[in-house]
Every structure is written in C-alpha cells, then in structure tokens.
C-alpha cells in the first residue's frame, strides 16, 4: 500500500504561483512514475504532468512551460511548480502513484485561480 497526501493548494491570483506537495508514504520502494492529475467542477479527470524514477517528465499541453515537476526521493515527495496561473487551472489537483500491479490516489488539494 502506498499513502500519498498533497499540500499546497490555495487561492491565488491570475499569474500567480503555487508550489504543489505531494508525500508518499508505505511501499514507495514499488513506485516507478508519479503524476499529477486534476478535476474541475463538472469535467473529468485530467492527467497534468508525470515524472518517472529516473526524473523523466512529460506535461500535458495546456500547462507546458508553465509548471514543473520534480521530486526529493529522500523525502519521497514530488513538487508542481505552478507558474503564471490562469483562471482555467482552477481544480483539485490529485496526486498519483504508479507501481506494476496498480495505481494509488491522494485526496487533492483545492487550487482556485481568481481572474
């Protein structure tokens, strides 16, 4: 099993930034990708960013070159880096952990972007 908890989240202003945390905890020795998704009011579920074991990244196109990710393998805990925020990135972000067998979800954390 594999605990994840996100922080971060927040009200922000239009180009502003926040930094998103997500600690993972339990088997974390099984994990090879952790991702960010996250979910607006009424819209499904969407893949934002993921980073492999050897620190490969990839990011979907509506937030590519606006945030990062990263992660501390010492403190098991994987970072998005939101820059220049927009109104439409309003959602819970979710935290995801991909090991062989299955996946593993966080709670989220609530962004809202004010315009």
């Known amino acids: 099993q594999v605990q994840l908890v996100e922080s971060g989240g927040g009200l922000v202003q239009a180009g502003g930034s926040l930094r998103l945390s997500c600690a993972a905890s339990g088997s974390i020795f099984g994990v090879n990708v952790m991702a960010w998704f996250r979910q607006a009011p009424g819209k499904q579920r969407e893949w934002v960013a993921n980073?492999?074991?050897?620190?490969?990244?990839n990011f979907a196109d509506s937030v590519k070159g606006r945030f990062t990710i990263s992660r501390d393998n010492a403190k098991n805990t994987v970072y998005l880096q939101m820059n220049s925020l927009k109104p439409e990135d309003t959602a819970v972000y979710i935290c995801n952990a991909v090991t062989r067998a299955t996946s593993y979800w966080g709670q989220g954390t609530q962004v809202t972007v004010s315009s």
């Open positions: 980073i492999d074991r050897g620190g490969s990244t």
